[in-house]
Nanobody, 121 residues
């Protein structure tokens, strides 16, 4: 059973930093891309950042220059370093991954449970 477990959310003041982590476990053969989404109250879930298995990255315009996505493929873990946080970054952040699982190497899409990030003074 593949699971994604997120950690690192919390309350931070505007201008502060947080680092989110998401570890995938449960018989994984390889990952085909990992992503961070967020959903603020009353808004649709939006893609924040993506990293391909080869390391290329993409970001939403609203976080360019402030957020950095990285990964450790050996550990099937993805990180989101968030700097210069703003109140509008407040949301539940979700990890999402395209993973090939053992033993059949079938490609599936998986979600974490979400972690709350609140930016407030």
């Amino acid at each position: 059973q593949v699971q994604l477990v997120e950690s690192g959310g919390g309350l931070v003041q505007p201008g502060g930093s947080l680092r989110l982590s998401c570890a995938a476990s449960g018989g994984i053969f390889s990952n085909n891309g990992m992503h961070w989404y967020r959903q603020a109250p009353g808004k649709e879930r939006e893609l924040v950042a993506s990293i391909a298995s080869g390391g290329s990255t993409n970001y939403a315009d609203s976080v360019v220059g402030r957020f950095t996505i990285s990964s450790d493929n050996a550990k099937n873990t993805v990180y989101l370093q968030m700097n210069s946080l703003k109140p509008e970054d407040t949301a539940v952040y979700y990890c999402n991954a395209n993973l090939r699982r053992l033993p059949d190497r079938r490609l599936g899409n998986y979600w974490g449970q979400g972690t709350q990030v609140t930016v407030s003074s």
